[in-house]
């Protein structure tokens, strides 16, 4: 079974710094798809980034960008310039490619303080 | 705004009562899927449905049930709840199944509480 490990439960970074946030995952399945989502305290669902397996490169979306070590089964998200928006719990999220179903499963989440 | 509605945003009701929460997916999307977020269990998938069409079932209780009508919109069916049904419930819709890539789009969630 796909299971989505997030290590830390809490994270905290100054304003204008930037953090890593880590996530870990297990599969044995070649081809999937990985995903970051925010969660403000609104606690509406917002996709931040996704990264495709099957592309070595890392995606970039502005000031969040990943590291994904397939090999390792770790997909990290890094926040540069990190904003007083940037504050809400953010979960790792997988999918596998091209299965009868689209479903998500998540890790437990990182909440992701940010000091002024 | 995702475009996914969802229905009502507050719900309180007693234990053993029975509730419906509803979803309308965004314009096109042919699906639906359902998870529960509660403190002890996180996210979890409960349910999906793709152009009417039960697809795939999660950790979804036996007191649970859902549908998906002809306009595509959702509804979630709660019975008998107990205590530990309070959750936030939320439904996501995405255009396809079994195609790489699909996003899904999360409406705002369905707060529960059970008392």
């Known amino acids: 079974a796909q299971t989505v490990t997030q290590s830390q439960p809490e994270m905290s970074v100054q304003e204008a710094e930037t953090v890593t946030l880590s996530c870990t995952y297990d599969t044995s399945e070649s081809d999937y798809y990985l995903f970051w989502y925010k969660q403000p305290p609104s606690r509406q669902m917002i996709l931040v980034i996704r990264q495709e397996a099957y592309k070595q490169q890392n995606a970039t979306e502005n000031r969040f960008s990943v590291n994904f070590q397939k090999a390792a089964k770790s997909f990290s998200l890094k926040i540069s310039d990190s904003q007083l928006g940037d504050a809400a719990m953010y979960f790792c999220?997988?999918?596998?490619?091209?299965?009868?179903?689209?479903?998500?499963?998540f890790g437990t989440g990182t909440l992701l303080a940010v000091q002024p | 705004d995702s475009g996914v509605t969802q229905t009502p945003k507050h719900l309180i009701t007693a234990t053993g009562q029975r509730v419906t929460l509803r979803c309308s997916p965004r314009?096109?999307?042919?699906?639906v899927y359902w998870y529960q977020q509660s403190l002890d269990q996180g996210l979890q998938f409960l349910i999906q449905?793709?152009?009417?069409?039960?697809?795939a079932k999660g950790n979804i209780l036996e007191r649970f049930s859902a549908q998906q009508f002809p306009d595509l919109h959702s509804e979630l069916n709660l019975s008998s709840l107990e205590l530990g049904d309070s959750a936030l419930y939320f439904c996501?819709?995405?255009?396809?199944?079994?195609?790489?890539?699909?996003?899904?789009?999360f409406g705002p969630g369905t707060r529960l509480t059970v008392t």
């Open positions: 449905y793709y152009n009417g069409e039960e697809r």
């Open positions: 996501a819709s995405s255009p396809t199944i079994g195609l790489a890539g699909n996003e899904q789009y």
């Open positions: 314009s096109g999307d042919l699906s």
């Open positions: 999220a997988y999918k596998v490619r091209g299965g009868a179903t689209n479903k998500l499963i």
